[in-house]
């Protein structure tokens, strides 16, 4: 029997074996993954697709890392059945893995709605390395790409197949592309920038149905759109989303909403039993309660707490919120918090420079910084972030947040002795 054992071998898994092993540097540890890789970073998947970043550039840990902390890994194996009266996890070749600890880390599954036609060839999600590279594997007789979904999912990948020479319509059922954590101004510039780079973007439909080729109807051959459009393509993307993977929890006393409910501690209610990531509702620091939040440095804070507690150091988890620091199309994005409230007494504060592609907005409520979109001109990014995590009060100079000249010496001499470590 493991001392601990860590179902899913991404971010929160490597944060908790990191924590665990400094408090515990002789306790039996073993991370189940499905993925067969070594660790790499999810986010660079779109990075790999365009070709720009081969596998080894994309390790957030050494290939060593596993060994170095002497870990029990099972890769390319899945946790398929959880039995806490037992404390085992049944594997899908029948195995069984016994714990004393354990940490669900299982991420998320790619949201695929109900549309017909998915099962044909040439149809792909894009969440994993697997999903990358199985899309790399038919760049070479791609012509034409239809992305359905206009989030950060769907850009990401959009960009990658530009950058691959493939013409590409992207599809989003909202109105705007990037809804999530935009504005309509903010996704406007976006949206314009990914128009320039020949992407065609359309708003406000979704694909219905996929059709196949004339030739081969098993295979991809267009899309028709909700308004009766038909869209000829090779390859289809379905990028709309993830969803918790709860399946473990299924049928036993772990409680769920949408994801998998922890406290401070990231421990769910049963003893002993933990979780983080993308699969966990943990607490936000902006809506004051438990919510998704299927973000990497999330996931990988998480994974150090529960790592922590588990190993018997009691720490608490101080909180994360909706972060987004990107750059699609030579376009440098960052979204934190609140950043398009509807409705609330909220107070939003913006500088939009259309001529230059750039757009900053603060959102306050209670003279609370809750959320900032910064396009194009992102360099106070870290400041703003450091008031609004640590719930400083800008009244007095909450007007100057935007302004050219605010930085560190603008602000108030006892937050600059904060900033600054002093």
Aim: negative net charge; charged residues 25%; glycine residues 12%.
């Amino acid at each position: 029997m493991a001392k601990y054992v860590i179902i899913g071998g991404s971010a929160g898994g490597v944060g908790a074996v990191e924590a665990i092993r400094e408090v515990d540097p002789a306790g039996a540890i073993t991370v189940i993954s499905e993925e067969p890789f070594p660790q790499y970073s999810r986010p660079m998947i779109a990075d790999f697709l365009s070709g720009e970043t081969p596998l080894e550039k994309m390790l957030y840990r050494d290939r060593k890392f596993w060994e170095r902390n002497g870990v029990h890994v099972l890769l390319g194996r899945k946790a398929v059945s959880l039995d806490l009266t037992k404390r085992q996890i049944k594997l899908d070749d029948g195995d069984e893995v016994a714990f004393e600890k354990l940490l669900i880390a299982t991420g998320g599954r790619p949201f695929i709605p109900g549309i017909e036609g998915t099962e044909k060839r040439g149809v792909f999600t894009f969440t994993t390395l697997s999903d990358a590279e199985a899309l790399a594997g038919v760049m070479s007789r791609a012509e034409k790409a239809i992305v359905i979904g206009g989030g950060l999912i769907g850009v990401g990948a959009t960009e990658a197949l530009v950058k691959r020479g493939v013409e590409v319509t992207m599809v989003e059922l909202k109105d705007k592309v990037l809804s999530l954590i935009l504005d309509a101004a903010a996704s406007d510039i976006v949206e314009k920038v990914i128009k320039k780079a020949g992407v065609t973007v359309v708003t406000g439909q979704t694909v219905k149905r996929i059709v196949g080729r004339r030739d081969d109807d098993a295979s991809v051959g267009g899309v028709v759109l909700t308004n009766g459009e038909e869209v000829p393509c090779d390859v289809v993307i379905v990028a709309i989303g993830v969803i918790p993977r709860t399946e473990l929890a299924a049928g036993t006393e772990i409680k769920v909403n949408k994801g998998i409910l922890v406290d401070r501690f990231m421990r769910t209610n049963v003893p002993d039993v933990y979780a983080c990531g993308d699969v966990a509702e943990a607490y936000d620091f902006i809506w004051g309660e438990n919510r998704p939040l299927p973000l990497w440095p999330v996931a990988h804070l998480g994974g150090r707490v529960a790592g922590y507690n588990m190993a018997g150091v009691k720490k608490e988890y101080p909180g994360g919120t909706a972060m987004s620091a990107l750059k699609y199309f030579d376009l440098p994005i960052i979204s934190v918090g609140l950043a398009n409230p509807d409705g609330g007494t909220y107070e939003t504060m913006i500088k939009y420079a259309p001529e230059k592609d750039v757009y900053k907005k603060i959102v306050l409520k209670d003279d609370l910084i809750v959320g900032m979109i910064l396009i194009n001109e992102i360099e106070k990014a870290g400041i703003i972030f450091y008031l609004m995590k640590n719930r400083v009060n800008v009244e007095g100079f909450g007007h100057e947040l935007l302004s050219d000249y605010f930085g560190l010496i603008t602000l108030p001499e006892n937050l600059r002795r904060m900033l600054l470590g002093d």
